[in-house]
């Protein structure tokens, strides 16, 4: 193949006989050759869902068409992008910066594959860590949480953010806020989800005795810990252990539980399938 | 050591030093050798839990008198027993027995150093179990919850019970009966808690979309699923998985979730400790 | 679909665009509704290797000529089943019992979708659990390897055993034999493989002192306990654990990793691929 | 207690009745009050060893001699430290940073109580993290194996070190290096010891087709990846893993094993017991 370019595909309609077929058969209209692919039908709601990765030659527009005619009699959701073109995410952050940290070390050393265009906190704690990785750093000061996310939403529309990442930013989004990005904010949480839903989720923890803890990344929504859940781990504790230690161990958990979210999501391999996700 | 018999110690008292000081000189007044020990003192309550395994060549009294002698002045709640002479647990299950034939198989397979005087049931169905292991089963049938705990607690006193386990029994047992025999009876339920609580784990789990599911063993108190956890363990499930599933990737979670905490329980290594619970 | 059946297809061959097109199609023609696919590309190899689950009411010979039509150009390995006729699974054993008992539990509860026509082993030791789960044993006693693995074959061809299943056979099968039966044989190794090969594999454990235990299942080929990995898992252990602790913990490890392998198997989600397996 | 200062004891001799009621009157003769202990009899080697951490508001001088004589009938080896008084570790890297910026950055965070008086490396790659953190950087360049050692001697006595972190080292220890330093180099090995000894660890578990991948913390000694483990953790991997990708997802693996490691070293939990440790 000539200049091949790789593409992901994301299909999502209700299931009907033939969608693979028709997805395989505008692949091969135009050259493409199938790198990997996943299909899920979900029997409860009856949809369908599809990621695609594939190279062909051809341009963007005439992928795009090809997919978008052979399966049109679905009526499918798709997104289609060419790998090289990263998914762009907003980091927001508060005080603590071990998941910051983490995300832009992985994304400086290539394990990360998307674009940060910038950092948003309601704190200036994170901005040296910011400077030190050379991204852009803004320190949101409102008088109100409706300007503060006002002037958020200035910015993911200038920068063309498709992906909110809130690295334990200690705010909760207004109703409205989370309906605007549905499916595009991921948080982590610093609990087992639904165990330890809001604040002090480690104390929480302690005093409930548990003998695991967890970390858990979830598309957020305007229920507060209730969104769809992408990725979550835990790890062994015993009665020795203060609610501190627990923190400690727990910040092992968040940054990789939302490092592994984070990939997933830049390699459009997360899918909402109504109140959970499928993960290709 | 002539004809030495190995005893387990346990001791919780208000922290205070020179607890271990005295125990150990006790054990050394009777020419005794310790070969495991374990000590925790909780900041929070300030209680100080103690397991100590030693062997001597003296009488069950001799030794008595010497441990609780040499810590009179503390105060504290002692057990002491010759290891063996075997803990006595009744397993109560209802219709399931896949955690009542693991049992059955490593208390027959040497794995469980417990005695199992009886199985009782609020059905006939696990009746064949219990006759293949040779384990004498009674079936109660009572016209209230009252006259059938009545009946329990006729059996627990006849056959010296020390811990009666809930092998999925699928029964609530009463405020008073839970009361009366606290940190002695041991559940198992099907979910990480504290979530998931109730009946139907595995359907929620499902719904909520986790990307784990668990299982708990836990002392039984009044408030439904609330009591002292003793292990847990989970395991990785994903988006193609049914509720059906989630069950039976469940029953291998319970199966060993329940096996380790009654060893933890057959070898005294579980101590109550408030809400949560010390594991030596 | 009127008296749908649902039939898994695996088709293994050198990569090639179109060949996921070609399947789909096939079923799409004979009115078949896919329901479960994965495919996998191995870059070293080359080799494309595809399972699909579909139902379709046509019969056994319309849907295999389907298939093969319409793959022929690639030069398929194929098989196709309906699902209905599960895989016939010979166990084999020795002295030990513990995944022996697991598989029957696992299969008279409706765990392991396979049939197990028969029991065969060395010993006569297992002939009881056998016989309380309704399953024919065969004792094997002969004066050589080679008199006892002609019996064995003969059993094999009698019986059309798929899968034989080593549930802890403690004889090494000759090379003729592991020539004969590649990819239809599966072993379950008591040690995280290529660490601890042959015997006495927990004591090697503890000798080395390892904080991690673990078990492993795979194909059996001539080469001792290098064969393809089809499943392995692991459990913590410490200083304070003996070897015959080890090995106890490792009886679970054995059981469960055991039991996915072989209901792995019995779905037809375990591709060889050149000296590793893809699992779908 | 007026100004208490906490203390850390281990201890290790030949098991005898008495030691730990020796070392509990020690502590109460200086008026002092356990708060963690631990102890551990090999009936291997027939080797005691016990961590005791306590406070008293003694003088470190008027400690160690009660407990030295107290103890001096067991003839023990005895490690005491003034917990306010950190060990001192000497990091040494080649060209990967990962597990330097994590050991870098735990420290910085607090996690980890020790002191870095220095990194050393065979390279000038990492000397702008070290900058970053503000941790002298020696860039060794010798012309043999040997000099280079005896410049790290050098080193060595000079800041007083106690512990050599090999996090990610490239190069092999002489023997007699390894023979002078037992028990005081930690290196972290990328594969679950036993396996997968030597280069290219990820690559060789690729080809094997291992289901986990695992990362090992241990001592150094003259024999390549033989020594005592201290840590070791795993995670799943599939076959649709490049042998890069099992790389990334090590890398993860190695930070978190390697700060484990010298967090317990740095906890004066960590033991040597044969070829074997003692972890606390």
Same mark, same amino acid.
């Given at each position: 193949?000539?200049?091949? +370019?790789?593409?992901?595909?994301?299909?999502?309609?209700?299931?009907?006989?033939?969608?693979?077929?028709?997805?395989?058969?505008?692949?091969?209209?135009? #050259?493409?050759?199938?790198?990997?692919?996943?299909?899920?039908?979900?029997?409860?709601?009856?949809?369908?869902?599809?990621?695609?990765? !594939?190279?062909?030659?051809?341009?963007?527009?005439?992928?795009?068409?090809?997919?978008?005619?052979?399966?049109?009699?679905? #009526?499918?959701?798709?997104?289609?992008?060419?790998?090289?073109?990263?998914?762009?995410?907003?980091?927001?952050?508060?005080?603590?910066?071990?998941?910051?940290?983490?995300?832009?070390?992985?994304?400086?050393?290539?394990?990360?594959?998307?674009?940060?265009?910038?950092?948003?906190?309601?704190?200036?704690?994170?901005?040296? +860590?910011?400077?030190?990785?050379?991204?852009?750093?803004?320190?949101?000061?409102?008088?109100?949480?409706?300007?503060?996310?006002?002037?958020?939403?200035?910015?993911?529309?200038?920068?063309?953010?498709?992906?909110?990442?809130?690295?334990?930013?200690?705010?909760?989004?207004?109703?409205? !806020?989370?309906?605007?990005?549905?499916?595009?904010?991921?948080?982590?949480?610093?609990?087992?989800?639904?165990?330890?839903?809001?604040?002090?989720?480690?104390?929480?923890?302690?005093?409930?005795?548990?003998?695991?803890?967890?970390?858990?990344?979830? !598309?957020?929504?305007?229920?507060?810990?209730?969104?769809?859940?992408?990725?979550?781990?835990?790890?062994? +504790?015993?009665?020795?252990?203060?609610?501190?230690?627990?923190?400690?161990?727990?910040?092992?958990?968040?940054?990789?539980?939302?490092?592994?979210?984070?990939?997933?999501?830049?390699?459009?391999?997360?899918?909402?399938?109504?109140?959970?996700?499928?993960? !290709?």
């Amino acid at each position: 193949m000539e200049n091949p +370019v790789r593409y992901i595909l994301t299909l999502r309609c209700l299931d009907a006989p033939g969608v693979i077929h028709a997805v395989s058969g505008a692949i091969l209209d135009i #050259s493409g050759n199938i790198l990997e692919q996943g299909q899920f039908t979900d029997e409860h709601t009856g949809i369908f869902s599809m990621r695609t990765r !594939f190279e062909t030659s051809r341009t963007d527009i005439a992928v795009f068409s090809a997919v978008a005619d052979a399966t049109a009699r679905y #009526s499918p959701l798709i997104t289609l992008r060419n790998e090289a073109v990263q998914r762009r995410a907003l980091i927001m952050v508060s005080h603590e910066d071990h998941c910051l940290v983490d995300l832009l070390y992985r994304h400086a050393n290539g394990e990360l594959p998307i674009d940060i265009p910038m950092i948003v906190s309601n704190h200036a704690t994170c901005a040296a +860590v910011a400077e030190q990785y050379g991204i852009p750093f803004t320190h949101i000061t409102a008088s109100s949480k409706e300007e503060a996310e006002a002037q958020l939403k200035g910015i993911i529309d200038d920068l063309a953010v498709d992906v909110i990442i809130l690295a334990r930013y200690m705010q909760i989004l207004t109703e409205s !806020f989370c309906a605007d990005f549905l499916g595009r904010i991921i948080n982590i949480h610093h609990s087992f989800l639904p165990g330890f839903k809001g604040a002090r989720a480690y104390h929480q923890a302690f005093e409930r005795g548990v003998k695991l803890i967890g970390a858990t990344a979830h !598309f957020v929504t305007a229920e507060l810990d209730e969104g769809p859940i992408i990725e979550q781990d835990v790890e062994r +504790v015993s009665h020795n252990q203060t609610a501190e230690d627990l923190a400690q161990i727990g910040r092992d958990l968040e940054r990789v539980v939302l490092a592994r979210a984070v990939r997933l999501y830049a390699e459009d391999r997360v899918l909402l399938d109504g109140k959970r996700t499928v993960i !290709f």
